[in-house]
């Protein structure tokens, strides 16, 4: 889950739909870009994906100044956060096929844990909903996905402003922590509603001879991001002054 987060920084190569630090890896080898096709649908699809998320940030701000309050904005922006973040799996897809040289299954457990998140959590304990920490990830992505997928839409038209690039490897230092406490947070406020409705768990004895303990399974996910959460934060730190640094140099031979 805390991977999820990761998004905010790492692969500068215009890959167009893969996640955080799954692209980085090629360091001195160059991988060959998509063909055009390859790249006019990954255009269109970041188009489409940095439009959708700003359509939830507006909806937020707009949410905000109607009511004079940030409590429960979740709900204003409910269907459009549903709908783009899930369309997210299609990332998975263009891993798989080739298109986006980066990990299929690193890809896949980052855009999981998200959607995880928002179905098996927050959609399905209808209590956290209103709680002022799903507004706190919620900001966090939001924020996040505007910035990496206007950064891979740029990337692959070969015009990349420096501002996004240095927004996509500055501004996680904020966002990073602050959706991972949101998410932490969530998980912990949906744990009573997950016990005593005995949510997604399954008891024995039943024909299948087979237990399942959502509510255990929600306690290992938190403890999961203590040893995740550091070992991503720093990565990101030294992809950061990588990333950046080889970018002020190149400025001064130019």
Not at 96 to 108: C, N, R
Not at 124 to 137: A, I, M, P, T
């Amino acid at each position: 889950m805390a991977a999820a987060a990761a998004t905010a920084a790492t692969k500068g190569n215009g890959g167009g739909g893969g996640r955080a630090g799954a692209g980085e890896a090629s360091g001195s080898r160059k991988k060959k870009g998509p063909g055009p096709l390859a790249t006019a649908y990954l255009v269109i699809y970041n188009v489409v994906m940095t439009a959708g998320w700003l359509v939830i940030a507006v909806g937020l701000v707009r949410a905000y100044l109607a009511k004079g309050s940030y409590h429960s904005l979740y709900y204003s922006i409910e269907k459009p956060l549903k709908f783009f973040q899930t369309g997210a799996l299609l990332e998975i897809l263009h891993c798989a096929i080739g298109i986006v040289p980066s990990s299929v299954v690193l890809t896949s457990f980052q855009v999981m844990s998200r959607v995880f998140m928002l179905w098996a959590v927050t959609h399905s304990v209808k209590e956290v909903q209103s709680e002022d920490s799903v507004l706190l990830f919620v900001i966090a992505w939001t924020v996040t996905e505007i910035i990496r997928y206007s950064f891979y839409t740029f990337s692959l038209l070969n015009h990349l402003p420096y501002l996004i690039k240095w927004a996509r490897y500055t501004l996680f230092i904020v966002l990073y922590p602050m959706g991972v406490s949101g998410e932490l947070l969530t998980i912990y406020a949906a744990l009573p509603f997950v016990r005593q409705a005995g949510l997604y768990s399954i008891s024995l004895p039943n024909k299948y001879n087979f237990s399942f303990d959502y509510y255990a399974f929600l306690i290992l996910i938190m403890i999961s991001y203590i040893p995740i959460f550091p070992q991503l934060y720093y990565h990101m730190i030294h992809q950061r002054r990588k990333i950046l640094s080889h970018t002020e140099e190149h400025k001064k031979f130019e």
